[in-house]
């Protein structure tokens, strides 16, 4: 299972039933300064404003407001319990002739939508829209592509109306052209990928785009929200649901969650055992969670239950200096030196060695005879080096 | 419940230290096989004292060191293999050990164990033994004993005096059939290649170095054979004669003491193959390989920063709450 080819295999979607509960977690919430204007058993709509860029994902009563370690760090966790019938927050209103309104409004429209559109999007030059998933054995983008594909016209239609993009690129993976193939060339361009990790990673691919046709001002967009956005606008309807992958023990299937839907939803309790990996993410950058009380939040695409005889424990050798890293990391880094540098508290030395470039793909450690924890280090130098920067600036 | 956690990522190919010191085990092994069938016991003795010397070294060195055991990555078995495969037939027992011994305690050990080497240990072993004790490396003396059915006169030897007219008899197909004088584990050309070719195949070197080198080589000796081919070999007799291929292969390609970097290892590999034709030529070494390596060796770490980075690209993602 370890191969580092993206899966391309079509896999319909599902719909998971609404959890009894959900977890939002808050992003940028400070327990200290800010405050909520929920308390517990308050009522809260479906789109309803939580704070500033989070909305509820589900219509129910606020149950608990607890802190949860997540992989971003500790945060402030509403819990809630569904409720029967689902009501959206007035606010939220179809906008079905949107070409015609000022982009924005329509911006502010799909905010209210839990669309957190930049606000940059203005300046921007050239758009890219990637259907190519991003890690091994997630097929969500391309799955969505697939369903949604009477929608990329007006989701073409939609990104030019917000931006000022002369050009859209339209990233699919290599043998799925045929999705596209009635794509002509002002309506967007259409740039296939050879889908094979990393390539789907925004960061590469942007890059790829950017040597390949040398573009300017470039943003990156998944199809997924593309069309989460097309539909919130036609029809009203807030981006609450995601799709994930769930690759367990036994099956493999691609479904449909409410968005904060915790991991014990998922599975079922017979499916995990003691000393399997629950991995949030895919197998080369997703985190593995300590509990299945996490919830999946809006940026997941995969959920990776490993077996316990699959887990991989660091070896953490010593270095040989073979080079593999080095050979193998899109960021061109000397991965070896960094790392040396890095265990042994030479931080500044990897600073110099440019390791903020490094966009956390695992590659190297994928690759290292030694089983040592590139990334880990690579963590550690970057949380230290910002450390010794908070501390200069005090 | 009881979950694993740590950091990402969660697959990896499975590779080990153990494993590639097992391909350059297996890739070795015809060549060790050609060398006791042609010098006998002379050529058991040797390669199981060295690797004997080589393991029992490392072990006790580490253990005085207050280090864990590394023997069971096989780092030890190879640098003992590499070794004995550099001596004439005729060398005695002791300087087997000796050799060995220093090839684990000053290469490698003294630095800190497998990667932290500056120059490549089998080579530091050979280089003292073969300063300190020229005469028995002396190829010509060292091989009189036998009767192969060939000659066993050194042809690097036989070139340095006397010009390509002494090297007449000699023909290139024999060469690579092993069929010269030299390391009990330096002239099966053929071999040595295939396996070379084997380490490339499974990714335990990368390509740039042995390539380069072998540029180096060719094109360093065309110019002098091209200015004068009385005094100066033709570039494939260069190729095939000596101790090149096994230096080509398996000893300039030494993780820790070689560059990293892609520029960096073609620089590299193309200094030994140039240092190589120069030394053969003007110094008073039939054969300057392992000398050539040993040079290039301490440039690795100014090589390695021979590295063009490409920038990353900056954008925005759209989505602000993305990745
Ligand atoms: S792959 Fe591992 S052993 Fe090889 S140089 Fe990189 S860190 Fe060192
Ligand atoms: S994770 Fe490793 S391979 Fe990937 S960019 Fe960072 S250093 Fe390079």
Redesign the pocket.
């Known amino acids: 299972m370890d191969s580092l080819a993206l899966n391309i295999k079509e896999m319909g979607i599902t719909d998971l039933p609404d959890p009894e509960e959900v977890i939002l977690t808050l992003k940028g919430f400070d327990p200290g300064s800010d405050t909520l204007k929920f308390k517990e058993g308050s009522k809260i709509l479906t789109g309803e404003e939580i704070f500033p860029g989070e909305h509820s994902t589900v219509t129910g009563t606020l149950k608990s407001i607890d802190s949860l370690q997540v992989a971003g760090g500790k945060r402030v966790a509403l819990r809630i319990r569904v409720a029967e019938d689902e009501k959206f927050d007035p606010a939220i209103k179809e906008v079905p002739d949107f070409l015609e309104k000022d982009p924005l409004e329509i911006l502010k429209q799909l905010n209210r939508c839990n669309l957190k559109f930049s606000e940059k999007l203005a300046q921007t030059k050239t758009v890219v829209i990637s259907a190519v998933d991003t890690e091994p054995l997630a097929t969500i983008q391309q799955q969505i592509l697939r369903e949604n594909k009477n929608r990329i016209l007006e989701g073409l239609e939609l990104i030019k109306f917000l931006t000022a993009a002369q050009k859209v690129v339209l990233a699919i993976p290599k043998n799925l052209d045929y999705l596209v193939a009635d794509i002509i060339e002002d309506q967007a361009d259409v740039f296939l990928v050879d889908p094979v990790y990393p390539n789907g990673l925004p960061d590469i691919l942007m890059r790829t785009i950017y040597y390949k046709l040398g573009l300017e001002a470039c943003a990156y967009l998944k199809v997924e929200k593309l069309f989460g956005a097309v539909i919130a606008l036609k029809q009203g309807r807030p981006f609450v649901h995601k799709v994930v992958t769930i690759i367990g023990n036994k099956e493999s299937k691609n479904i449909r969650i409410r968005i904060g839907t915790p991991i014990k939803n998922l599975f079922k309790d017979s499916d995990i055992h003691d000393n399997d990996k629950l991995i949030l993410g895919g197998p080369l950058r997703g985190d593995a969670c300590y509990s299945t009380d996490i919830p999946v939040g809006d940026t997941i695409d995969l959920v990776y239950l490993q077996d316990s005889s699959e887990v991989i424990l660091n070896r953490n050798q010593a270095?040989?200096?073979?080079?593999?890293?080095?050979r193998v990391c899109p960021a061109e880094l000397d991965?070896?030196l960094i790392?040396r540098f890095s265990e042994f508290s030479h931080f500044e030395e990897c600073l110099e060695l440019d390791v903020y470039d490094c966009i956390e793909c695992g590659l190297?450690a994928y690759?290292?005879?030694?089983g040592?924890s590139?990334v880990q280090f690579i963590r550690l130098a970057k949380s230290e080096l910002e450390k010794i920067e908070q501390e200069e600036e005090k | 419940m009881k979950l694993i956690v740590s950091s990402p990522p969660h697959w990896n190919n499975k590779d080990s230290i153990t494993k590639i010191h097992s391909h350059l085990i297996i890739a070795l092994l015809p060549v060790l096989i050609y060398a006791v069938y042609t010098y006998g016991l002379h050529a058991a003795r040797i390669i199981s004292l060295s690797v004997v010397t080589t393991i029992a070294s490392e072990y006790f060195i580490r253990k005085l060191f207050g280090k864990e055991s590394t023997i069971t990555n096989g780092s030890a078995v190879v640098i003992g293999l590499l070794f004995a495969m550099l001596l004439p037939p005729s060398v005695p027992y002791w300087l087997v050990i000796m050799g060995a011994f220093l090839c684990i305690f000053i290469g490698k050990e003294i630095f800190g164990g497998l990667?932290s080497n500056p120059l490549s240990p089998v080579l530091v072993g050979w280089a003292i033994t073969r300063i300190s004790w020229p005469a028995y490396y002396n190829l010509d003396l060292a091989s009189v004993n036998y009767d192969l059915g060939y000659s066993f006169r050194y042809p690097l030897t036989l070139l340095k005096k006397g010009g390509t007219e002494f090297i007449s008899e000699f023909k290139l197909l024999d060469f690579l059939l092993g069929k010269q004088v030299g390391g009990i584990g330096t002239v099966a050309v053929l071999l040595l290649l295939i396996g070379g070719i084997y380490l490339l195949l499974r990714g335990v070197i990368a390509w740039e170095i042995p390539v380069s080198f072998m540029v180096g080589i060719l094109v360093v000796s065309s110019v002098f054979w091209l200015l004068n081919n009385n005094q100066y070999a033709n570039p494939l007799f260069h190729l095939f004669t000596g101790n090149l291929m096994l230096g080509i292969f398996f000893l300039s390609t030494d993780y820790a003491s070689s560059p990293?970097n892609r520029w960096g290892m073609i620089v590299f590999g193309f200094g030994c193959g140039f240092l190589t034709i120069i030394f053969r030529v003007w110094s008073v070494y039939p054969d300057g390989v392992f000398f050539a390596i040993l040079i290039m060796n301490l440039f690795t770490p100014l090589l390695d920063k021979l590295k063009k980075r490409s920038k990353p690209v900056e954008f925005i993602h759209i989505e602000s709450r993305a990745e």
């Open positions: 270095c040989i200096n073979c080079g593999k890293c080095v991965v070896n790392c190297c690759h290292c005879p030694s040592r590139l | 990667g990293f």
